[in-house]
């Protein structure tokens, strides 16, 4: 759209709003011309007598003038409003007197037929009024624009000095645009995506429309888009080069001046974060976790994902998939000095050993790495599941985020399928990861089996389990607070063990006699008798428990 038939320029107002102004209102004005433009943009306000008065001017100006200029003849007054139409001046107000009493045909046609509006005068206006009223408003307007876009930077920054990252001040700028809002490399690349809450569309599927693919860049760029560089020089590039590139796409709403001055703001705010170390690592592995958990929470449908998939690198075409989770322990030093984006680089060294297409992403706040891997077959589970499983490990340790004490990291590996099944394996990793407590070190934990520690940990502030866990070992743990030695390692060992005494003996370095002495003093306290099924279902259950409460 032209800028001179909407509000597109920063700090103007538009024809009709100037009509309304005290000075101009004084004047008794008629618009006999251009009704159905009064929503044009007034830029500036000028005055004028020559003929030649349309070279002097840049467009978008409000013209006054007494006619003067005009000429006696219709080629003339034709001529005249041809010029300042082409111009592109917002409006044309003549104010009548012993020069017009009322405007030329001549003239009112020509400025219909331009679609300029004319506006006429009755009564005598100080010139050097108007234009002061006009001006103020206009400064006004444009102060209260710097003000909205200030008060967005200004969020953006207390997001920043709040623990928040780039994810939250692009989600601000959505919001604020109605639009989503990406970051890109200068290569075009995405980074990262967020939506406008009010917007159902996903984002990432929109860049991939409007922005992704060589054929898409090579069209240039959308119409209305605000399209921001990000200071800062990227790797290998001089300093002057933009480090990324902030994108707003009007999607749901069209693009403002004041969306373009926010960005500008915030662009700032990115640069200073961008330049901190393998920021636009962990920003990409973080959108890429942000698509596996939409995934996984079903906010991408089925159908949807290989699409959104592709934009982020992973094509695994009708392979199966095999969602995995892993948990850290803990923070792990993950907060601090670029850790998710250490731990990503080093995880995924070491996945593209396994010669599969592999999407890793990470979610900070959740302390998990998600990961969808390709599969020849769903046979492979088992097999790339302990690949993978050392893999994230290796990674763990390599990235130096391996703390002794701190625990190992919980590797959890869902069902293996199309992208249906996929979506619910993430969801079921990611839950029993959350669940799962590593009593037994395993590489990596089948799903499918933690469903009891699943149910338990979503139990652990229920009353009746508290209940429960203190009816059926309490007694051991009030003996294990006052006495030596404590029985309920003993209790945990014998009942991994599956009740064989032999293999409970090796595992805990004692002699039968003495571990016979523990079950028999243990049976005595708890009042049970050990080698009953019922008994060593329910204590399993209870000890199970009792780590989701501890």
């Not at 393998?278 to 906010?299: C, I």
Request: aromatic share 4%.
């Amino acid at each position: 759209m032209d800028s001179r038939d909407g509000a597109d320029t920063p700090g103007g107002i538009t024809v009709q709003r100037a009509l309304e102004l005290p000075g101009l209102r004084s004047g008794l004005p008629e618009v006999v011309a251009g009704a159905d433009r009064l929503h044009r943009t007034v830029r500036w306000v000028h005055a004028g007598e020559v003929p030649y008065i349309a070279s002097l001017l840049k467009g978008g100006e409000l013209l006054l003038t007494t006619g003067v200029a005009l000429g006696t003849r219709p080629a003339e007054q034709r001529a005249f409003v041809r010029d300042l139409s082409l111009r592109g001046i917002a409006a044309l107000v003549v104010e009548l007197g012993p020069r017009f009493p009322r405007l030329p045909t001549a003239l009112v046609e020509a400025a219909r037929a331009a679609g300029l509006p004319l506006v006429q005068l009755h009564r005598e206006v100080p010139f050097v009024t108007v234009t002061e009223e006009v001006h103020t408003e206009i400064v006004n307007g444009h102060y209260a624009l710097l003000q909205r876009a200030d008060e967005v930077a200004h969020r953006c920054t207390r997001a920043l000095l709040g623990g928040g990252g780039i994810p939250q001040v692009l989600a601000i700028l959505a919001e604020f645009s109605g639009n989503p809002a990406f970051l890109e490399t200068p290569d075009g690349h995405l980074l990262y995506a967020a939506g406008a809450d009010t917007d159902r569309t996903q984002p990432r599927e929109v860049w991939d429309r409007l922005r992704g693919g060589r054929a898409d860049r090579e069209r240039g760029t959308p119409a209305g888009a605000v399209v921001v560089d990000v200071p800062g020089g990227g790797p290998g590039s001089g300093p002057g080069a933009p480090r990324a590139r902030l994108v707003l796409l009007p999607v749901t709403a069209p693009s403002a001046p004041v969306h373009r001055i926010a960005a500008e703001r915030a662009a700032d705010s990115l640069a200073v974060v961008l330049m901190q170390a393998r920021q636009e690592e962990e920003l990409a592995a973080r959108g890429r976790g942000d698509f596996l958990t939409d995934l996984a929470e079903g906010r991408v449908t089925p159908e949807d994902a290989p699409a959104q998939a592709r934009v982020l690198g992973f094509r695994p075409g009708n392979a199966p998939l095999l969602p995995v989770v892993m948990r850290m322990p803990g923070d792990g030093g993950l907060t601090t000095g670029g850790g998710w984006a250490v731990l990503a680089r080093a995880v995924a060294e070491e996945l593209a050993a396994l010669g599969t297409p592999v999407l890793l992403g990470v979610r900070p706040v959740e302390g998990r790495m998600p990961l969808l891997l390709a599969l020849r077959s769903t046979a492979d589970r088992t097999a790339v599941a302990d690949r993978a499983a050392a893999a994230l490990r290796t990674g763990v340790e390599r990235a130096g985020l391996h703390r002794p004490g701190a625990g190992a990291p919980i590797v959890v590996v869902g069902d293996s399928g199309g992208w249906a099944v996929a979506s619910a394996g993430l969801r079921h990793a990611a839950q029993t990861a959350t669940a799962a407590r590593d009593p037994d070190g395993r590489p990596w934990y089948d799903a499918r089996r933690l469903d009891i520690d699943l149910l338990l940990w979503r139990l652990r502030d229920h009353p009746d389990l508290t209940a429960f866990v203190d009816r059926a070992v309490g007694p051991l743990r009030e003996h294990d607070a006052r006495a030596k030695p404590p029985l309920l390692p003993t209790l945990e060992t014998y009942l991994a063990h599956a009740g064989r005494k032999a293999e409970t003996a090796r595992a805990l370095h004692l002699n039968r006699q003495t571990l016979y002495n523990r079950l028999a003093r243990i049976g005595e306290l708890l009042g049970v008798d050990l080698d009953d099924p019922q008994t060593v279902l329910t204590l399993s259950l209870a000890l199970r428990a009792r780590r989701h409460l501890d």
